[in-house]
């Protein structure tokens, strides 16, 4: 889909063939990510092991941090698909602003979970596709790297659940407003969810996930590097049921924007 076209934006299954797309990059990004250690004194706010002068926070935050400064200047943060993980260090750019039209309501930049992306991602999804525990201090970089590569595709992912919420929102208008007149979460999520295409989703990355991580040529005796159960898990434990929350949240405000 095209942020320049709107009509594309609001399309189901447009939307859904992005979705499948992001399914590789955060395939892959889990598979870099499996080379490494959970490594835990990356994530340790002012850890013994890693001392960053000047600096109150984890070696995550603060290469995250030059990141998020860096790519703010080349408008990472105007496109209406990129949520930072830090809003206090986006920085405006040099470059001219690009005239997005209006594709989300007007509150769309509040709704971010990418607190709660960070959390999970380190505390649950780490343990599970880590090779193994413990430090690889030659590799505090590289590590720290992946996984600001991998919480990005996941941020991606889970925030483009606004994308879906309106198109559902404009395919039944008169549905939804009054589930959210009624301030009906339960509703809202019942009609948000498609088992079908969930269930899809975890074939689909079941068998993306052996194929990606094995050698081709290898056979029978190629071993994964990924487990595939993990990445489907992570899909179904957090990456789904954080994009139908996002969902909701957007949902749930979506009357305060009366002429959209
Ligand atoms: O494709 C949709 O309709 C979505 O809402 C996205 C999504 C997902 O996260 O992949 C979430 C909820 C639905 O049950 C199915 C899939």
């Known amino acids: 889909m095209n942020f320049l076209k709107p009509e594309s934006v609001y399309n189901l299954s447009n939307i859904r063939e992005d979705l499948i797309r992001m399914e590789d990059t955060i395939i892959f990004n889990l598979i870099e990510r499996s080379d490494f250690p959970c490594m835990p004194s990356i994530y340790e ?3 013994a092991q890693i001392k960053i002068p000047d600096f109150d926070g984890s ?3 603060w290469l995250f941090q030059q990141h998020e400064t860096v790519e703010s200047q080349v408008r990472r943060y105007q496109s209406p698909d990129q949520y930072p993980f830090y809003p206090q260090v986006v920085k405006k750019s040099f470059l001219p602003a690009i005239e997005y039209p209006k594709l989300l309501a007007e509150y769309f930049r509040e709704v971010n979970v990418n607190g709660e ?3 999970v991602y380190i505390n649950k999804m780490i343990p599970r ?5 413990g430090d690889e201090c030659e590799n505090f970089g590289s590590t720290a790297l992946v996984d600001i590569f991998t919480l990005q595709s996941i941020s991606r992912r889970i925030h483009f659940g606004m994308f879906v919420a309106e ?3 404009q395919a039944d208008r008169e ?3 009054a589930l959210i007149e009624r301030r009906d979460v339960d509703g809202i999520m019942a009609n948000i969810t498609n088992s079908a295409v969930e269930e899809n989703i975890l074939k689909r990355l079941m068998e993306k996930a052996k194929a990606y991580g094995t050698d081709p040529t290898a056979g029978n005796q190629g071993t994964s590097k990924v487990h595939p159960e993990a990445v489907v898990g992570i899909y179904k434990d957090w990456v789904i049921p954080l994009t139908k929350k996002v969902e909701v949240e957007y949902l749930l405000r979506r009357l305060e924007d009366k002429d959209f």
Request: no cysteine.
């Open 45 to 47: 706010k002012n850890s």
């Open 175 to 177: 549905k939804y407003t």
């Open 59 to 61: 070696f995550l935050d």
């Open 167 to 169: 198109a559902k929102f």
């Open 129 to 133: 596709v880590a090779k193994d525990v």
């Open 117 to 119: 992306i960070m959390d």
